[in-house]
């Protein structure tokens, strides 16, 4: 008799869950996906993905249509008991601080604890401050009386690249215990080669922390470079490529945007785990600091260049590359620093319209975007006529161009600002007069 799959009720269909549901739908196991809002239940079950990301439009389709995977608004009783439950729901910080929500940890833990019988795996898939697993999830599963195994497993995938990663990165498995471990290590075996066990849920929450803020420090780090350049009149982009050329000891970043649904928390997520300590985390700190500020000490240098250009205020701007990364390339606008740059501009008087154009998003006006930005769906037309071009991601697609096609476009003072030195090496000759860009020095 052929054998029953593993059934797994994922709680959280984000970028995280769906793209995990499909990985393990096309690994042979059954899928209950729970998501609570309802468009995403709907678009699910349609085989239609909510989000854009490589290859997973024919692979949710094709799950969905062999049955192996569909949607739920909660968890209901018709979904079978199960032997995993994966929690991914978000973990944003709350509006306007720097603390942490659970809310949705504990609402989603839950709803888990309730439908689990005896012998479950449950597994905590989202970035949670340190203890997490132990001192919110835990007693919520043990009030019910039952039996279970308890594991922290981070999401480490990028966006852009999470459905080949999910088979090829490494998963690292933090067990309550010693059987909680080889009960979520069976499951993430059956999707990957490697699987790490380590020695505590806590470790498992701290390898994720630790992995997104050393990007952003490393990030802050380059940006830190990019205003000590410029205030001393060096190239921080010619001092960073050419001191790595062929030098092993040295592999500092490029300046540039950094924000996302990830790096703009999780150092804070971090920091906020060690506050009962007393212990401040002073480099991480100060790379969040660096980072958050860009937005607005960038916009006063632009202001400024437009000034020395004498272009006729309210600038208008055509702002390219609304979401938050360009490589991989996405249209999710969680945490993007393109809108803090609106933000910026919006707040200052000597700025007028906001022009819009993203390569992915092209004409739609999703929600989250302010409604003042104008989008268009075509570059062309998104920079005719504007007086600033800025360039805010680093999509492939604006490499494309040459400093010839904003000249002829824009105003006949205009100029490009690009945050990610897309145009640079053609356009160094140019310097000064129509390409400015972080590090780049102009006066
Ligand atoms: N986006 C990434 O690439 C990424 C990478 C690594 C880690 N993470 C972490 O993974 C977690 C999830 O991230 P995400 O980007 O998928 O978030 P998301 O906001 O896109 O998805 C979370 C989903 O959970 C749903 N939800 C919340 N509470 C629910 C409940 N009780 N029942 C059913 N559905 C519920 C929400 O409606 C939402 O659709 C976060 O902690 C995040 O930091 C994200």
Redesign the pocket.
């Known amino acids: 008799m052929e054998k029953e799959p593993l059934k797994i009720a994922i ?7 769906l793209t995990l549901a499909v990985s393990f739908a096309r690994n042979g196991l059954k899928v209950f996906g ?4 309802k468009e ?1 239940v709907d678009l699910t079950n349609n085989g239609i993905p909510h989000f854009s990301e490589a290859g997973l439009d024919a692979a949710l389709k094709s799950v969905v249509e062999n049955g192996t995977l569909h949607a739920y608004n ?1 968890m209901e009783e018709k979904i079978p008991p199960c032997d995993f439950y994966v929690i ?4 944003p910080l709350l509006k306007g601080t720097h603390t942490p929500r659970l809310d ?1 940890i504990r ?2 833990t839950e ?1 888990v604890a309730s439908h689990m019988q005896d012998g479950a795996t449950v597994i905590l ?4 401050q340190i203890g997490t697993t132990r001192n919110i999830v835990k007693p919520v599963l043990d009030a019910t009386g039952k039996q279970y195994y308890l594991a922290m497993c ?6 852009g690249r ?1 459905l080949r990663e999910l088979s090829e990165l490494p998963q690292i498995i933090g067990g309550i215990d010693g059987k909680s471990s080889t009960a979520a290590n069976s499951l993430f075996s059956l999707s990957t080669k490697t699987t790490i066990i380590v020695s505590s849920p806590e470790t498992a929450e701290m390898i ?1 922390l630790v992995d997104n803020t050393s990007r952003d420090v490393r990030f802050g780090f380059a940006n830190e470079i990019a205003r000590a350049c410029v205030a001393l009149g060096i190239d921080a982009y010619e001092v960073i490529r050419c001191g790595k050329i062929d030098y092993p000891r040295t592999n500092v970043a490029l300046p540039g945007l950094v924000g996302g ?2 790096l703009e ?2 150092p804070h997520i971090l920091m906020y785990s060690l506050k009962p300590t007393g212990i401040e985390l002073e480099i991480t700190k100060a790379s969040r600091l660096v980072n958050e500020r860009q937005p607005s000490e960038t916009v006063d240098e632009i202001a400024k260049i437009a000034a020395q250009k004498n272009i006729r205020k309210p600038y208008t701007v055509a702002l390219l590359g609304l979401a938050f990364k360009g490589v991989p390339a996405t249209n999710d606008l969680r945490g993007s620093m393109s809108l803090k740059i609106y933000e910026e501009i919006e707040r200052r008087q000597d700025f007028g319209s906001v022009n819009g154009f993203d390569p992915v998003i092209g004409a739609d006006h999703p929600p989250e975007l302010p409604p003042a930005i104008k989008m268009f769906d075509n570059i062309k037309d998104a920079i005719k006529g504007a007086d600033i071009a800025i360039i805010a991601n680093n999509h492939p697609f604006f490499s494309k161009f040459n400093i010839d096609f904003y000249r002829e476009n824009l105003s006949p003072n205009g100029f490009v600002y690009d945050y990610w030195n897309n145009l640079n090496f053609e356009t160094l000759s140019h310097r000064n007069q129509f390409y400015y860009s972080v590090g780049n020095v102009w006066e």
Not at 11 to 17: A, E, F, I, Q, R
Not at 34 to 37: A, M, Q, T, V, Y
Not at 154 to 159: D, G, N, Y
């Open positions: 709680v959280g269909l984000g970028y995280v869950g729970i998501e609570k809002r995403v909660e991914t729901v978000g973990t949705m609402q989603a709803q898939r989202s970035t949670v981070p999401e480490r995938t990028l966006e999470a994720k649904p990830c928390k999780d």
